[in-house]
């Protein structure tokens, strides 16, 4: 099997108080797909990686993944400190 990032995507950088991390996530997700060329549709599962300090909700992915309206699908989350971005990848690869 082969395995690749596909699409990316990142919202505005800084102090983001005008937005729930839902949001923050959703502003990525949706640049990621556009930059893919994929749909919704196409994604089998998620990874999330947050830093438990910024948002105080216990089962953070579940709160993304139903916003993004990803679910019934599978979804991990990992929480590496400034790591946690290719920590994500690294879980996603491996899945």
């Not at 099997?1 to 990525?28: K, P, W, Y």
């Not at 089962?59 to 699908?73: D, H, I, T």
Request: proline share 4%; net charge neutral.
């Amino acid at each position: 099997m082969r395995v690749g990032v596909i699409g990316a995507g990142h919202g505005v950088f800084g102090r983001r108080s005008d937005a729930t991390v839902q949001e923050l996530a959703f502003e990525a997700f949706r640049l990621a797909l556009q930059d893919g060329g994929v749909e919704r549709s196409a994604i089998d599962a998620s990874v999330v990686a947050a830093v438990p300090e910024y948002h105080k909700q216990r089962s953070l992915p579940g709160v993304v993944q139903e916003y993004l309206g990803l679910n019934p699908k599978p979804t991990w989350l990992t929480e590496v400190a400034c790591a946690s971005g290719s920590a994500a990848i690294r879980t996603a690869w491996m899945s």
